[in-house]
C-alpha cells in the first residue's frame, strides 16, 4: 500500500533552517508529481510547493518563494523541502502528498510534521 512518512519538523528560531523529508513506498514514486501542503495552527490547507516526477520543473507559493526549495531522489523514493530564512508565519504541519496520475488531485498523504518557528 501506499505509505508516505514525513520527517525532519521541529523548532526553529526565525531565520534557522530546517529539511523536511518524505519517504515514499508502494507506488513508482518516479512516476509522479509531489507536493507539499501545510496547516497553519487554526487555518486551512495551503498549497506550498510542486514538483514533477523528474524534478525538473518546480513550483512555489508566493510566501515561500525565494526561501524553500522543494527537492526529489527518485533512486531513493524521497521527497525534500529545504526551508531557509525561517519565519513564525511558516509555524505549521507540513504534509507531502501523491499528485494523481491525471494531475487534478491529491490521493495519498503524509501524517505530517510539525515545524514551529519561535525564539
Known amino acids: 500500500q501506499v505509505q508516505l512518512v514525513e520527517s525532519g519538523g521541529g523548532l526553529v528560531q526565525p531565520g534557522g533552517s530546517l529539511r523536511l523529508s518524505c519517504a515514499a513506498s508502494?507506488?513508482?514514486?518516479?512516476?509522479?508529481?509531489m507536493s507539499w501542503v501545510r496547516q497553519a495552527p487554526g487555518k486551512g490547507l495551503e498549497w506550498v510547493s510542486d514538483?514533477?516526477?523528474?524534478?525538473?520543473?518546480?513550483y512555489y507559493a508566493d510566501s515561500v518563494k525565494g526561501r524553500f526549495t522543494i527537492s526529489r531522489d527518485n533512486a531513493k523514493n524521497t521527497l525534500y523541502l529545504q526551508m531557509n530564512s525561517l519565519k513564525p508565519e511558516d509555524t505549521a504541519v507540513y504534509y507531502c502528498?501523491?499528485?494523481?496520475?491525471?494531475?487534478?488531485?491529491?490521493?495519498?498523504w503524509g501524517q505530517g510534521t510539525q515545524v514551529t518557528v519561535s525564539s
Open positions: 514538483i514533477n516526477s523528474g524534478g525538473s520543473s518546480t
Open positions: 508502494g507506488f513508482t514514486f518516479s512516476s509522479y508529481a
Open positions: 502528498a501523491k499528485v494523481d496520475w491525471y494531475g487534478t488531485m491529491y490521493d495519498y
